[in-house]
């Protein structure tokens, strides 16, 4: 079945820092590809997606690049901010698998000044 | 953009009471929520997905007795945990989908937390 693996936390980044979130995965056919974040007490939010292999997601100076040779898609970003703080969740969507979400364990990123 | 919310954000309840939490798309029609379970520090677990006028598909090991869920409108969905006891405090989380695809994306209600007493 679908899997998504992230690397683990917590990440601890001084401002301006740049930030690398590894997220590989598993998959049958070709997968949609998603990263949410959720900041404290609040629901997740779409950050950036890519749907077709070397798509790149963008969004707030975060990129994403859909790998389908290393099945990989794993979020940049040049220089962290304090609010940039939160978990970060990576995800999939194919066909396969009944158009469900299945994601990973999430990332917390701790960024200080 | 595509909101998504919840009612009621927080709810304290006693034990063996059930309690009933509304999912909204307001800008928006959903022919697809989803509902998720998320345990501290941990990943989103789903547990159903809801199509509008059909019944919810429950993932394997949920209950669907005790968690049920009511898709009644294209822009409502409901999940009611019944008879709720401290092990089913947890925050939930719904999400609804605008398409069918897998490159539809979900967007997600802020939560709901649930504390059973």
């Known amino acids: 079945g679908n899997s998504v693996t992230q690397m683990e936390g917590p990440v601890t980044l001084s401002e301006e820092a740049f930030l690398t979130i590894n997220c590989t995965y598993t998959a049958t056919g070709y997968p949609s590809l998603f990263w949410y974040v959720q900041y404290p007490g609040e629901g997740l939010q779409l950050l950036l997606k890519a749907t077709k292999a070397d798509d790149k997601g963008s969004n707030k100076g975060f990129e994403a690049t859909y790998r389908k040779e290393t099945t990989s898609f794993h979020l940049e970003k040049g220089s962290v901010q304090v609010s940039d703080s939160a978990v970060y969740f990576c995800a999939l969507s194919g066909p396969r698998g009944g158009n469900k979400l299945t994601f990973g364990t999430g990332t917390q990123l701790k960024v200080e000044l | 953009g595509a909101v998504v919310s919840q009612h009621p954000s927080w709810v304290i309840c006693k034990s063996g009471t059930s309690v009933k939490i509304e999912c909204r798309s307001l800008d928006f029609q959903a022919t697809t929520m989803f509902w998720y379970r998320q345990f501290p520090k941990q990943s989103l677990m789903l547990m159903a997905t809801?199509?509008?006028?059909?019944?919810?598909?429950?993932e394997q090991g949920v209950e669907k007795d005790k968690f049920l869920i009511n898709h009644a409108s294209l822009t409502l969905s409901t999940l009611t945990v019944t008879s709720a006891h401290p092990e089913d405090s947890s925050f939930y989380i719904c999400?609804?989908?605008?398409?069918?695809?897998?490159?539809?994306?979900?967007?997600f209600g802020p939560g709901t937390r649930l504390t059973v007493l």
């Open positions: 809801s199509n509008e006028g059909s019944k919810a598909t429950y």
């Open positions: 999400s609804a989908r605008t398409g069918a695809r897998d490159t539809d994306t979900q967007y």
